[in-house]
């Protein structure tokens, strides 16, 4: 039966349309598995019924009139089990209710499969036989294969207001779907879907006479690709700022850099031609970044494929035809590059989605630059059907609407206004410092070193940078960057925020983040070999690095050196001995290096309950609520079938916090916190209240954050965390936070929308 289960499932993904995929089920279906009735039941949530909306056997006259209540008939019996109901003779069952108006007489043979999604039945399946019949084991798993196939269908139908017009229930809400909120804000506008231009996977390998001619050829479209970036950030110059537009710099490097080009001609010389050369090249870095676990490094892929694209693009001397952008387009697409984004005016730049992709894309990175809300990673969006439709996107919730209706439509507009005047509010805040109503200064420091080793963006907003992730330059090498190459780039941004401290970590590489040239294979990477495991067994690199980070800080005096993943004393001792070894060394060879503050990464719950002992050794500490959070709950933080789960508001990882900053205390060592956590207005009031002394968070959420520590006391922080703490799930968590930046008149911050 596989061979017609590719076929219909082929010809459903073609259907224009939910009622023409449904006329090919029926029929398709009844007439596989010979039967002589297939229908398909929808359920109509609002009104509690089940509708008959396609069949292929019925009076064709019944469908959208045969409504069943909820809990009626067989029908309704496959709903509330879930599961499929095989009788051979459906009219001796209890439940079995006859429909006098679909022309259904004497049947006897049922089988009825749910239709689900995200475990929800949205209708059932149903076959129908005049004689007694019990359908085989092939053939209800061909239902039921069928069945799930309908569901996306039917969702994304739901949510396009689609069914309603099907099921002529006008006044409905809409639906909305699901996807990860990766850049705030909010907007309406007409969606325009882009699809890459050149494609690198069909391009086959051909032998060359001439591998001179196809080198230039191929350094030629490098140049002009440089060239389309430079233009595209000559344009956003007005735009973004001069910090921003650093994103240009890091795809420069990128293209520019010896795994790109160096493997691409070597692979020229050895007779294949520039695209057959450059798809090899791609595809084997591309293979590296798709085996990393964490997300932003993995869509470093897609920043990668995409400029590939580009090279071929002008390899094959294609051109984008222009694309006439309305008035707030709402860019759409599947694999959505950054380079995509900056083609469309800022002017006309209402809003992103993509089906692919997280908070950590550059798309996102780049959205959150330029002030557009995002949603990334909403699988379910069929980018064929929604070009020219209205959408709304939702960048605080992840959530987008299709086709919306009037009154979600007037909602939003709503919302945007308040969200303008509060926007203005916001940047009266610039220069001011981060002060609690009683006079308590809480720095707020950056996250950086994801996009570009020098000039992050929000440079003069912060205290300095909590948390400078040290991994990207070696990846976008093909072996270890030196001590010298590593020495230029930490010395810049050293320079950069002097005197303001720079907290710059140790590598936080391993299993899940494989380095091209140095690989780890293992079936739980998260439990295995990663972080400062990895540098103290191999205390060359961590010696190499510790050396270029004291030689950037000569003269400078505000390096900060953090370890990550640590979960025993002992590695913070051999860490500190390589780091004094490293000093020592330095010193003997006559530069004038100082040993820097140490502090320790909280994000091993093993290291929470051990808070005291390795305050004993450090000088400070900084909790990881990112990983915390994943070990604390067992939730992978890149899995989306478990990120409901994923809350840094669970108040078991409140508990760990109080645990931290408790212990910490006693020491009289400082916390900060640089998870993702400390740049959530909700959050901030509890990290406030439970005392920690800086938070650490992207730039985005500068503004955000300090307009909520401005608003309250301490005190009145402390009391919102006691309120808090008896709570014992992290939705109520939530619901008493949000209570709380209502009451001190920040609701917008969080106002999400519906
Ligand atoms: C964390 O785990 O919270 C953290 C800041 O580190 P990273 O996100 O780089 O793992
Ligand atoms: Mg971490």
Same mark, same amino acid.
Request: glycine content about 8%; overall charge negative.
């Given at each position: ?483 010298? =190459? ?82 025993? =004393? ?52 900084? =909790? ?131």
């Amino acid at each position: 039966m596989l061979e017609p289960l590719r076929r219909i499932v082929q010809k459903v993904n073609q259907a224009p349309d939910l009622e023409q995929a449904l006329e090919v089920i029926v029929q398709s279906v009844k007439q596989v598995v010979g039967a002589d009735v297939c229908s398909v039941y929808l359920t109509d949530f609002e009104a509690r019924e089940h509708v008959l909306q396609a069949t292929d056997g019925l009076d064709p006259r019944s469908v959208g009139t045969v409504r069943l209540p909820l809990n009626r008939g067989l029908i309704g019996l496959v709903c509330e089990r879930a599961e499929p109901i095989n009788l051979d003779d459906g009219s001796q069952h209890p439940r079995y209710v006859f429909v006098n108006d679909t022309g259904e007489q004497q049947f006897r043979g049922f089988l009825g499969a749910p239709i689900i999604q995200n475990r929800k039945v949205l209708g059932v399946l149903a076959l129908r036989q005049r004689a007694p019949r019990r359908f085989g084991d092939d053939e209800v798993n061909f239902v039921v294969t069928l069945a799930a196939q309908l569901a996306g269908a039917i969702t994304f139908a739901r949510i396009s207001g689609e069914l309603a017009r099907l099921q002529d229930a006008n006044g409905l809400p809409n639906h909305f779907l699901q996807g990860l909120a990766a850049s705030p804000g909010l907007a309406i506008g007409t969606a325009v879907v882009v699809y890459p231009l050149a494609d690198l996977d069909a391009v086959p390998d051909k032998a060359i006479a001439e591998p001179g001619a196809e080198a230039e050829r191929f350094l030629g479209a490098i140049n002009d690709v440089a060239e389309d970036l430079e233009q595209l950030s000559v344009r956003f110059s007005g735009a973004l700022s001069l910090e921003d537009r650093a994103l240009f710099d890091a795809w420069r490097m990128m293209l520019e850099s010896d795994v790109l080009v160096d493997n691409t001609l070597a692979r020229i010389r050895a007779g294949n031609w520039a695209p057959g050369a450059l798809r090899a090249t791609i595809c084997e870095h591309v293979k590296v970044f798709d085996q990393m676990e964490d997300g932003y490094l993995r869509e470093r892929g897609a920043d990668v494929r995409d400029l590939g694209r580009r090279i071929l693009m002008h390899l094959q001397n294609l051109s984008a035809q222009p694309i006439a952008y309305p008035p707030a387009t709402i860019l759409v697409g599947e694999e959505l590059s950054a380079m995509q984004i900056a083609d469309v005016p800022r002017e006309s730049l209402a809003g992103v989605v993509s089906t692919t992709g997280s908070g950590s894309s550059h798309v996102a990175i780049l959205a959150r630059g330029l002030g557009v809300p995002a949603v990334m990673g909403v699988g379910e969006l069929p980018v064929g059907r929604v070009d020219g439709r209205e959408i709304i996107v939702n960048g605080y919730r992840g959530r987008i609407y299709v086709a919306p209706r009037e009154a979600i439509k007037t909602e939003y507009r709503q919302l945007i206004e308040e969200e303008r005047v509060l926007t203005s509010e916001l940047e009266g805040l610039r220069h001011l410092p981060a002060e609690t109503t009683d006079g308590h200064v809480l720095p707020l420091y950056l996250n950086t070193g994801l996009v570009t080793e020098a000039r992050p963006l929000g440079i003069e907003e912060s205290a300095g940078i909590g948390l400078y992730r040290t991994e990207l330059p070696f990846i976008v090498r093909d072996r270890f960057p030196g001590e010298e =190459v590593q020495m230029n780039i930490y010395r810049e941004i050293l320079a950069a925020f002097a005197p303001r401290p720079v907290t710059i970590r140790t590598l936080d590489i391993g299993g899940d983040k494989p380095l091209p040239y140095f690989p780890v294979s293992e079936s739980n990477p998260f439990l295995g070999w990663r972080g400062i495991r990895i540098t103290l067994d191999h205390p060359e690199i961590f010696l190499t690095q510790v050396r270029a980070m004291l030689r950037a800080a000569i003269g400078l005096g505000n390096l900060r050196i953090l370890l990550p993943m640590i979960s025993t =004393v002992g590695e913070v001792e051999e860490a500190l001995k390589l780091i004094k070894r490293a000093h020592a060394e330095l010193r003997d060879e006559g530069m004038a290096v100082a040993l820097p503050p140490v502090g320790a990464m909280i994000e091993v719950p093993a290291a929470v309950y051990q808070v005291g002992s390795l305050a004993k050794r450090v000088q400070f500490l900084s =909790v990881g609520t990112n990983d915390l959070t994943q070990y604390l709950l067992a939730v992978d933080r890149n899995n989306s079938h478990v990120a409901a789960l994923y809350d840094e508001l669970h108040p078991a990882v409140l508990r760990a916090l109080m645990e931290v900053v408790d212990g910490a205390r006693a020491e009289g060592v400082e916390v900060s916190i640089c998870g993702e956590m400390a740049g959530d207005p909700l959050a901030v009031v509890l990290l406030l209240g439970m005392g920690v002394h800086s938070l650490s968070m992207s730039a985005g959420s500068l503004l955000r954050v300090k307009a909520v520590i401005r608003s309250l006391s301490r005190a009145r922080a402390r009391e919102c965390l006691t309120s808090v703490l008896p709570l014992e799930d992290a939705a109520s968590v939530r619901r008493r936070l949000l209570e709380a930046i209502e009451e001190i008149g920040l609701g917008g911050l969080t106002r999400p929308g519906r």
